[in-house]
Nanobody
Framework: EVQLVESGGGLVQPGGSLRLSCAASGFTFSSYGMSWVRQAPGKGLEWVSIINSGGGSTCYADSVKGRFTISRDNAANTLYLQMNSLKPEDTAKYYC??????????WGQGTQVTVSS
């Protein structure tokens, strides 16, 4: 059974940092690209970042470029999102998702990030 379990969210002040993790199981993690997607209160899903299966290629939404870093540890079956210089508009529930062909076929349950003073 494919499982994606996010952790690391919480309350942080503007300008602060958080590191999200996504523990993957039930599939060959190193064979799949992975993404982070977020949903702010009352808004739709916003794609944040993607990393290829080997970890050598990444891409970011303009809204987070230069502040967020996606990475992965294939030996540990874990995806990460390092978030620095956080802003109130980064407040959202953050999901990790597995990329399969042209779609995201499995999602985690999400972890809440709240940026507020």
């Amino acid at each position: 059974e494919v499982q994606l379990v996010e952790s690391g969210g919480g309350l942080v002040q503007p300008g602060g940092s958080l590191r999200l993790s996504c523990a993957a199981s039930g599939f060959t993690f190193s064979s799949y690209g992975m993404s982070w997607v977020r949903q702010a209160p009352g808004k739709g899903l916003e794609w944040v970042s993607i990393i290829n299966s080997g970890g050598g290629s990444t891409c970011y939404a303009d809204s987070v470029k230069g502040r967020f870093t996606i990475s992965r540890d294939n030996a540990a079956n874990t995806l990460y999102l390092q978030m620095n210089s956080l802003k109130p508009e980064d407040t959202a529930k953050y999901y990790c998702a597995r990329r399969a062909y042209e779609e995201y076929d499995y999602w985690g349950q999400g972890t809440q990030v709240t940026v507020s003073s």
